[in-house]
């Protein structure tokens, strides 16, 4: 199963840019590099939850546990957000139970499903498969990671780090650079 997620990796050409830097810069560089990745992926995340949360229709507090942070270091370069391959089921949408079925408000929008029914005290909702009364199925709603590496969500996400870069990455220098004189 592949788990999408947004990765941010920065790569330069370390032996020229060496040459003109002093003992100081050479150290600043990496930890800034590292500090930088990390809070372009954390404000990264919050966008991407804000953004998840309008796609879906479900509160971006729903999502802990479900989207983590991976984040640089000195050996790795790298940060990532991830998510996990989950969707969620009809009851966490606002799911109320009518004659008609249930009504759940996933993707945004209000819908009734017809002939189903809330169960496990109100945590799950469930639709029959056949005219009897078992088996049953589970219904679920959007999935965190289709709707994780929709085009909305995940051009949000690389705006913020295409804005946030450049102004982060100096300030990083500078606080770097004040730390070893």
């Known amino acids: 199963m592949i788990q999408p997620f947004l990765n941010l990796d920065i790569q330069s050409n370390i032996k020229q840019v060496s040459k003109t830097l002093t003992r100081f810069q050479k150290q600043a560089i990496p930890k800034a590099t590292v500090s930088t990745l990390n809070q372009l992926a954390k404000e990264a995340n919050t966008?991407?939850?804000?953004?998840?949360?309008?796609?879906?229709?479900f509160p971006a507090k729903n999502f802990k546990g479900s989207i983590s942070l991976i984040k640089a270091n000195k050996n790795s370069l790298t940060s990532a957000i991830?998510?996990?391959n989950r969707a969620f089921n009809l009851a966490r949408?606002?799911?109320k139970q009518t004659k008609k079925g249930v009504r759940a408000k996933a993707w945004g929008?209000?819908?009734v499903y017809k002939g189903a029914f809330i169960a496990k005290a109100?945590?799950?909702v469930f639709a029959r498969t056949s005219d009897?009364?078992?088996?049953?199925?589970?219904?679920?709603g959007p999935s965190l990671s289709k709707e994780f590496i929709?085009?909305?969500?995940?051009?949000?996400?690389?705006?913020?780090?295409?804005?946030?870069?450049v102004p982060l990455f100096v300030k990083n220098i500078n606080f770097h650079l004040s730390r070893l004189r």
Not at 47 to 57: C, D, I, N, T, Y
Not at 132 to 140: E, T
Not at 150 to 165: H, L, Q, S
């Open 122 to 124: 109100g945590k799950t």
């Open 47 to 57: 966008v991407g939850k804000r953004e998840l949360s309008k796609a879906m229709g």
């Open 150 to 165: 929709n085009a909305t969500v995940n051009g949000a996400m690389k705006r913020k780090i295409n804005d946030r870069f």
């Open 82 to 84: 991830k998510a996990r």
């Open 109 to 111: 929008a209000p819908k």
């Open 93 to 95: 949408f606002n799911a």
């Open 132 to 140: 009897k009364r078992l088996p049953i199925k589970a219904l679920s």
